[in-house]
Structure formats: C-alpha cells, structure tokens
T-cell receptor
Framework: AQSVTQLDSQVPVFEEAPVELRCNYSSSVSVYLFWYVQYPNQGLQLLLKYLSGSTLVKGINGFEAEFNKSQTSFHLRKPSVHISDTAEYFCAVSGRETSGSRLTFGEGTQLTVNP | GAVVSQHPSRVICKSGTSVKIECRSLDFQATTMFWYRQFPKQSLMLMATSNEGSKATYEQGVEKDKFLINHASLTLSTLTVTSAHPEDSSFYIC?????????FGQGTRLTVV
C-alpha cells in the first residue's frame, strides 16, 4: 500500500515569484510518481511524472519536480508563477507492479497566485 | 495523449431518481477504469475499480447497490447513482489507465434537489 502527504494545504504567492509544493510518500514497493493540476469544476490534468531514470523531471507549463528516494519526496517547483497557475495541485503515487494499478492521491495544495 | 470523455458535465436531478454517468476512453482500450468522488476543497476519494467484463471492486464504505458500475466494453464504463439523495451531491470523476499514465474525465457535477 502507498500513502501520500502534501505538506501544505494552501500556498499563496505573488506573481513571478518561485514556488515549491511539497509532497512526501511512503510505499513498500517501487512506485511511479505524478503531479496533477485541477482547475475549478474540471478533471485532473497531468503536469509531470516520474517513472525511472533522471530524478529531475520537467513537465508542462514550466513546472519541474525532483524525485528524492532517500527522503521519499517528490516536490514540485516553478521558478516564476503566473496568475493562471492558480489551481489545486495533487501529488499521486502508484505501484509499478501492474498497468492497472490504482493511484493514491495526496490531500491537495491550493496554489493562489496574487498580482 | 490519450483522451477520456465523461458525460454529462453537470446534472441536476430530483431526490429519489437515478442518474447515469458515462466514461469513455476515446482512443485506447481500458480494461480497468476508476471512479472517484470529490467533495469541495478535498482530494479524490476512490469509490470503485471498474473491470471490463466482470464485477466492479468497491472500496470500503461505498454502497455497491447505490453506486452501480457497469463496464460492458473496453471503452465504456458507467456509474449509476440510484435513488439519489441530496447527500449524494458531489463531483464525480472517472479515470482510465493507459500504459503508465492515468487519464481523467472532465468530471460530473451532480446536484440532487
């Protein structure tokens, strides 16, 4: 079984400032890691994913995340945010064992970018 | 990327009636689909795993007779909320896995009045 902890429920920042959304996970098996973004009344859109290889993963909209196995973390970063980045962000994990493996989500982080 | 289409996006129904929500994988086959429920300002709660050609697997605490799931083909899963009550009002989201990635429908906002 896996679990995900997003350490901040809300993160307010000013436009053009850098941001980091924190995510820690626990698992007894090897995992895949994901970050999703959700805009109001919409489904989830994949920002980026870590499957294997380089621990620094680049995604859409200028986001990146770094997988740290020793700290079991997968923090999401963006060097300069825009108003349009205001949304709910979810970190998720799934086991590698089967392609049908379910996702376990964190509680979400509301990112609010202020002018 | 792969596309998952969910319909309807919004539905309002009267208490006691049933509502069907459809989830389709448009350009890939999905032997497994997932149904989630999301309350305001909260994360997604997995309700059930839908398996093509077999019975769905429900999470603990989810009433299988209330939330009927049918996965009749490799591209379609349906969730029927039976005898809906106001407390069933929520945002429902489906998902289908394709290779290593999960793709999500747009969600359905159900309001029971």
């Amino acid at each position: 079984a896996q679990s995900v902890t997003q350490l901040d429920s809300q993160v307010p920042v000013f436009e053009e400032a850098p941001v980091e959304l924190r995510c820690n996970y626990s698992s007894s098996v090897s995992v895949y890691l994901f970050w999703y973004v959700q805009y109001p009344n919409q489904g989830l859109q994949l920002l980026l994913k870590y499957l294997s290889g380089s621990t620094l993963v680049k995604g859409i909209n200028g986001f990146e995340a770094e997988f740290n196995k020793s700290q079991t973390s997968f923090h999401l970063r963006k060097p300069s945010v825009h108003i349009s980045d205001t949304a709910e962000y979810f970190c998720a994990v799934s086991g590698r064992e089967t392609s049908g493996s379910r996702l376990t989500f964190g509680e979400g982080t509301q990112l609010t970018v202020n002018p | 990327g792969a596309v998952v289409s969910q319909h309807p996006s919004r539905v309002i129904c009267k208490s006691g009636t049933s509502v069907k929500i459809e989830c389709r994988s448009l350009d890939f086959q999905a032997t497994t689909m997932f149904w989630y429920r999301q309350f305001p300002k909260q994360s997604l709660m997995l309700m059930a795993t839908s398996n093509e050609g077999s019975k769905a697997t429900y999470e603990q605490g989810v009433e299988k007779d209330k939330f009927l799931i049918n996965h009749a083909s490799l591209t379609l899963s349906t969730l029927t909320v039976t005898s809906a009550h106001p407390e069933d009002s929520s945002f429902y989201i489906c998902s289908a896995r394709h290779l290593t990635e999960a793709f999500f429908g747009q969600g359905t906002r159900l309001t029971v009045v």
